[in-house]
């Protein structure tokens, strides 16, 4: 018996002292190995970290990768980030392929882009708001929301078929900023009848030279109705939408806002068709 | 990782190898009943040394053909190839005792002989199965081992954070327990 407890811990102990030895055996050839991988490899760019678009497109957000270099490195991660997509939509490649291809503006932007355009839009004095579910809620935005209307006394006019989104907008505005301003000064709700909002949904950035007026249209929502992406609107549909939305800030509020170049007497418009059903909140 | 200080480590239980074959270099083998106790324990340890630097040969010489060869290495499943080793020892015990050989002459007793082979036996399938299980926690330590550590990059990243290089010295250690048992019973039965 004694023997056989002896042949135990022998066994035992040797067991654990080759495990030891033979990890650490390892442990110096991977490095042996590894040392002179290093040596022979010339240093790798910076750009070879970047595992995927969304690194990239950071990265190029926080100007630690430009020009060249960020395009170079584009080219390299494009394919894998296609055929993911393909992959995750249930497409082919080439019908992913005839998206990008057929996109012929570059100017879509998400809602980052558009709480930054917002920030630094020159001599922005107005904001008209158009949609089901706005965005000035979410943290990207409200941050641009609270900024402008302290620093830049923007005013902010929603165009809404009810009055949930903006007295929570409102009441959140009033705790973070209320102290500094009055908010009810700087935002303002129209109600519309709900037909109106089956529509996406556009933004209106009034500038103090009403000929540098700019607008956004939505251009995908997610199932829920919040913003995605939206797009550059042209020059006409500025110019519609304006028109057609200016009547009920105008009577709503008694102003009398700019007109535009070369505007001529308009045929009732919508407000004369829908000025009974619109109801100024506030 | 300091590498410095588990080389020194390893110098010093080479060194401890070195010396126990210069101690055991008195060819105690030779020796039919060993003169001194210092003798026994010399002769003892004369074996298991050679059985340890066997055992570091025939792994190391194992994994180098596979890397060579370039076959599917899997350097995570050594631990559990040691467990088959170790299996394949103690069967041919089992073929020793069932041939009639002179096999483990201190158990007397040739049922008690069979247990404890089988016992060792089962002992290695046990321990192979756990074996398997540390190589799967090998596996999941980074996504890109999902179909195993074999590469000797792969091995490196492994050997290089401190839960990897445990798991490896488990996995070697659970392999060369049954292995060692066996073996090292038999070099007592001289």
Redesign the interface.
């Known amino acids: 018996m004694s023997?056989?407890f002896?042949?135990?811990l022998?066994?035992?102990l040797?067991?654990?002292?080759?495990?030891?030895?033979?990890?650490?055996?390892?442990?110096?050839?991977?490095?042996v190995?590894?040392k002179k991988?290093r040596s022979a490899r010339p240093a790798k760019p910076w750009t070879d970290e970047l595992s995927g678009l969304k690194d990239l497109l950071q990265a190029l957000y926080e100007g630690k990768v430009q020009g060249s270099q960020a395009l170079k490195k584009f080219g390299e991660l494009l394919p894998r980030h296609l055929e993911k997509i393909a992959i995750e939509q249930g497409r082919s490649i080439s019908d992913v392929l005839i998206d990008v291809t057929q996109m012929s503006e570059v100017n879509v932007s998400g809602v980052q882009e558009l709480a930054r355009e917002q920030v630094k839009f020159p001599g922005l004095t107005e904001v008209w708001v158009f949609a089901r579910r706005p965005v000035d809620l979410e943290k990207n935005f409200y941050s641009t929301v609270c900024s402008n209307i302290v620093e830049r006394f923007v005013q902010y006019y929603y165009f809404q078929s009810d009055y949930q989104f903006f007295n929570q907008l409102r009441d959140r505005l009033k705790k973070d900023i209320g102290n500094k301003i009055d908010v009810d000064n700087y935002i303002h709700c129209i109600l519309l009848p709900s037909l109106f909002f089956l529509v996406p949904g556009f933004g209106l950035l009034i500038t103090e030279d009403i000929r540098h007026i700019k607008g956004k249209t939505v251009t995908r929502i997610a199932e829920d109705g919040t913003i995605i992406q939206a797009q550059d609107m042209s020059p006409s549909q500025i110019r519609e939408a304006y028109l057609n939305l200016r009547p009920f800030v105008e009577q709503h509020y008694h102003r009398i806002l700019p007109v535009l170049e070369g505007e001529r007497p308009q045929e009732p418009g919508l407000y004369q068709q829908i000025s009974d059903y619109s109801a100024k909140v506030q | 990782m300091r590498l410095s200080g588990k080389f020194v480590i390893l110098v010093i239980l080479g060194s401890f190898l070195g010396i126990l074959v210069f101690l055991g270099s008195k060819n105690p083998a030779d020796l039919g009943t060993p003169a001194t106790f210092f003798d026994l324990v010399g002769k003892v340890f004369w074996k298991l040394i050679l059985t340890a630097l066997v055992l570091i040969f025939a792994v190391g010489f194992v994994l180098a053909l596979r890397r060579i060869g370039d076959f599917p290495t899997e350097f995570g499943r050594t631990g559990s190839d040691l467990n088959l080793y170790g299996y394949g020892i103690g069967l041919s015990f089992v073929f020793g005792v069932v041939v009639g050989r002179r096999v483990l002459s201190w158990i007397e007793s040739r049922e008690l002989l069979l247990l404890f082979i089988v016992g060792v036996l089962l002992l290695s399938y046990l321990l192979y199965g756990i074996n398997l299980f540390l190589s799967r926690r090998i596996r999941e330590l980074k996504a890109d081992y999902s179909r195993g550590v074999d590469s000797e990059t792969d091995l490196g990243e492994v050997l290089a954070i401190p839960a990897g290089r445990r798991l490896i010295m488990w996995s070697f250690f659970l392999g060369f327990v049954p292995t060692l048992i066996i073996i090292v019973a038999d070099i007592f039965s001289d």
Do not use: E
């Open positions: 023997t056989f002896l042949v135990l022998v066994a035992v040797m067991s654990a002292a080759l495990a030891y030895l033979m990890t650490y055996l390892l442990v110096f050839t991977a490095w190995m590894g991988k």
